[in-house]
């Protein structure tokens, strides 16, 4: 059971909008910035959003976050088949003093 | 290029201990916090363990604490992770990941990961 609660799965078709929710407690979200993170199997983990809603460079601006309270949201516009991936949230957690992740939603374009 | 290569995986017995490696290469790794995180088969992922800078900073995970530790020699552009009385479900893929910041705010570089699997 993870400290973070995302939804297993989420879908949707090329050039639709798709949002991923993650949800927290005062501990982590309340009290700290949201990452999320692509995954793609056999590969390395790649950083997609930074302290709640920045992107690195190089990540496209079709990818967005957000927060609101103990919640964060990552969405992504214009669906694309190379976004299918597993996504998960991270958000360091003051009573536990480290970072904690969300069980991963596996995004699947149809 | 930036990279990072983790190494030291491998297959070994509960109870048993194994030293993890990451060589950092393409930027200079003393500016940055490090960290482990691992993937069990079929699971998420789970932070281990994290360093700051200059290893002022240490943090870990509950479910390793006492157990693993983390270090780093920065002359060495390097991170380890000793793990001690392994068990069962610390069998994963374990990553290093570089910080962004000093301390801990996000991963932004992540190596491909080394594999260590607990079993008798």
């Known amino acids: 059971q993870s400290v973070l609660t995302q939804p297993p799965s989420a879908s949707g078709t090329p050039g639709q909008r798709v949002t991923i929710s993650c949800s927290g407690s005062?501990?982590?979200?309340?009290?700290?910035?949201v990452n999320w993170y692509q995954h793609l199997p056999g590969t390395a983990p790649k950083l997609l959003i930074y302290?709640?809603?920045h992107r690195p460079s190089g990540v496209p601006d079709r990818f967005s976050g957000s927060k609101s309270g103990t919640s964060a949201s990552l969405a992504i516009s214009g669906l694309q088949s190379e976004d299918e991936a597993d996504y998960y949230c991270?958000?360091?957690?003051?009573?536990?003093?480290?970072?904690?992740f969300g069980g991963g939603t596996k995004l699947t374009v149809l | 290029e930036v990279q990072l290569v983790e190494s030291g995986g491998g297959l070994v017995q509960p109870g048993r201990s194994l030293r993890l490696s990451c060589a950092a290469s393409?930027?200079?790794?003393?500016?940055?916090?490090m960290h482990w995180v691992r993937q069990a088969p079929g699971k998420g992922l789970e932070w281990v363990s994290g360093?700051?800078?200059?290893?002022?900073?240490?943090a870990y995970a509950d479910s390793v604490k006492g157990r693993f530790t983390i270090s780093r020699d920065n002359a060495k552009n390097s991170l380890y992770l000793q793990m001690n009385s392994l068990r069962a479900e610390d069998t994963a893929l374990y990553y290093c990941?570089?910080?962004?910041?000093?301390?801990?705010?996000?991963?932004?570089?992540w190596g491909q990961g080394t594999m260590v699997t607990v079993s008798s």
């Open positions: 990941a570089k910080d962004i910041s000093a301390w801990t705010q996000a991963f932004d570089i």
């Open positions: 393409g930027f200079t790794s003393d500016d940055y916090a």
């Open positions: 991270a958000a360091w957690d003051d009573s536990l003093n480290g970072w904690v």
């Open positions: 302290s709640n809603n």
């Open positions: 005062s501990s982590n979200i309340g009290s700290n910035t």
């Open positions: 360093i700051s800078w200059n290893s002022g900073s240490i």
